[in-house]
């Protein structure tokens, strides 16, 4: 599983207003990590991050497909 690096900055964009922050809190994820990962200095394979937005997308009704990459 990797983090859809190019969706998910989309959808903080559009739905947190840009916010890494904000949507790291309602995520629960480590927002420093998360800003690592977007911003490509670390890998995007986390599987932790990833069960967050898992999680995130089943709580608000958003398919984890987008956000996500099965491998």
Known sequence: MKV???NLNRL??????GNQTFF???AKIDRSY???ILNNRVSNNS???CNAII????NN???YK???ILE
């Open 55 to 58: 999680k995130f997308c089943e």
């Open 47 to 49: 599987p932790k991050v």
């Open 4 to 6: 859809n690096v190019i």
């Open 12 to 17: 903080i964009e559009e739905k947190f207003r």
């Open 61 to 63: 009704n958003l398919n």
């Open 66 to 68: 987008d956000f996500i």
């Open 24 to 26: 790291a809190e309602t």
């Open 34 to 36: 998360l800003n690592q």
